[in-house]
């Protein structure tokens, strides 16, 4: 591309895209995350990169390079310099194991999170399995009780699926009535996305035979809690699978060694780990976890059962709290959204509260009931701002405002909290959570 007056394409293009603000607070064309002309601009003059007359002539030879590194181990672990990259877990009183563990979200970037920083929720502690003592059982409302051991599941067709996995507890404090202080993990922690492998449920219980009047199966976990719930036939038989592989290795055993079941897009809780038995039934069981909990409490105080689908949500990462922002200028927002429902159709930030809105760019693939990263440039001009996200679904479902979320379920909500939430930028770089 030639140049003109000493500018080439790609700087001329940067600067129509700098002044071409997207809505207010500083929002810029989303243009500038979907590639073409501005792809090789985006720093040029902006002062992101350091350049030296020094540095151009010969880099200096670091310490590193002097001497030969470590050998290899049989695991790879992550740098010692990302110590801090680790989730965070709270247990309940006197009961070691029973609590959770939250992804960093805002120390990670893509869609797919790392094996061991897969979020956790555990009612009674990780078994110590046997797999080749475990078993499988397929029974009920069947022609053929059928028991399956980890090997014999590895002989039927196995297919992968890209799909996140949320707690229905996930940010209930912003239920409350204060903005609870955290950041990213602590208030959004309790979702993760994975590459899962293994076999579809209705492989198995097309050859277990299902009754026809059946219309629902109950889920039982191996640990000492007996985790189970109740999942309508109609799932089972769609896209539910029997997961053995988590990114291409076995699950671990904080996500249901040696299988788990995967209900993609479902709350978290009835995608039962460790499973053990698989019963078909023509009713829900009504056990512990669908009765005395993760039910949605209504306005009215009455709750509403069986309510399965996590709606769609966005949070932004990037930047966040703890992640203070070091004087003004070009800045990326990013964070993740998802949706129960199918693909996120499109996301849209705001830099002024909510006042205007611009829609960032998504980061490809966009798959159905997984995260979607999404991308939008910003100039901060080194002032207050607070920052929001909000994202629609294939559905047309738009992610609620927190005001009308409590308005339609009251104060008293516990589950499914999928409002639109506020980070508040100060003049000093520092973020913190607000109700905007």
């Not at 810029?28 to 350049?51: E, M, N, Q, Y």
């Not at 078994?127 to 002989?155: Q, S």
């Not at 294939?394 to 927190?402: D, H």
Request: one cysteine or more; aromatic letters at 8%; charged letters at 20%.
């Amino acid at each position: 591309m030639g140049k003109t007056n000493g500018r080439d394409g790609s700087e001329r293009a940067l600067d129509e895209a700098m002044e071409d603000r997207a809505a207010g607070g500083g929002l810029l064309d989303r243009r500038i995350f979907l590639g073409g002309a501005l792809g090789g601009g985006v720093a040029a003059g902006t002062g992101l990169a350091v350049s030296t007359q020094a540095e151009a002539q010969g880099l200096t030879v670091p310490p590193w390079m002097k001497a030969p590194g470590s050998n290899f181990v049989g695991y790879g672990q992550p740098s010692k310099h990302e110590a801090k990259t680790v989730r965070t877990f709270a247990h309940a009183p006197n009961v070691p194991g029973t609590g959770s563990a939250r992804t960093p979200h805002h120390l990670l970037n893509g869609t797919i999170t790392p094996n061991g920083l897969h979020f956790e929720r555990s009612h009674s502690g990780i078994p110590d399995i046997d797999p080749d003592a475990h078993r499988l059982l397929v029974h009920g409302m069947v022609k053929r009780p059928l028991t399956f051991t980890l090997e014999a599941l590895a002989r039927y067709p196995m297919e992968s699926q890209i799909a996140f996995i949320e707690c229905g507890g996930n940010s209930l404090g912003l239920y409350g009535e204060k903005p609870p202080q955290g950041n990213a993990q602590a208030l959004h922690g309790l979702v993760s996305c994975a590459e899962w492998t293994g076999v579809r449920l209705k492989v198995l219980l097309a050859e277990a035979g299902v009754a026809p009047k059946a219309s629902w199966v109950l889920a039982e976990g191996a640990d000492s809690a007996g985790m189970s719930r109740s999942v309508p036939l109609a799932k089972a038989m769609d896209d539910a699978m029997i997961a053995l592989y988590q990114n291409g290795e076995r699950v671990r055993p904080s996500n249901g060694y040696p299988m788990r079941l995967l209900l993609p897009g479902y709350e978290g809780n009835m995608q039962v780990k460790w499973l053990r038995r698989i019963k078909v039934m023509d009713a829900p069981a009504m056990v512990r976890d669908e009765t005395s909990k993760y039910t949605l409490l209504t306005k009215d105080g009455t709750s509403q059962q069986f309510f399965f689908p996590m709606e769609a949500k966005s949070i932004i990462t990037h930047p966040s709290p703890g992640l203070t922002m070091r004087g003004k200028g070009l800045y990326e927002i990013s964070g993740l959204a998802w949706s129960g429902n199918g693909k996120i159709a499109r996301v849209d930030v705001s830099a002024d509260g909510g006042k205007s809105w611009a829609r960032a760019a998504l980061q490809e693939p966009v798959l159905s009931k997984a995260l979607t990263r999404f991308r939008m440039a910003w100039n901060w001009d080194g002032g207050p701002a607070p920052l929001q996200a909000r994202a629609t679904d294939s559905s047309g479902y738009v992610q609620p405002t927190r005001a009308k979320l409590i308005a339609d379920r009251g104060a008293k909500a516990f589950y499914h909290f999928n409002g639109i939430s506020s980070w508040s930028v100060g003049a000093n770089g520092e973020i913190v959570h607000v109700y905007a």
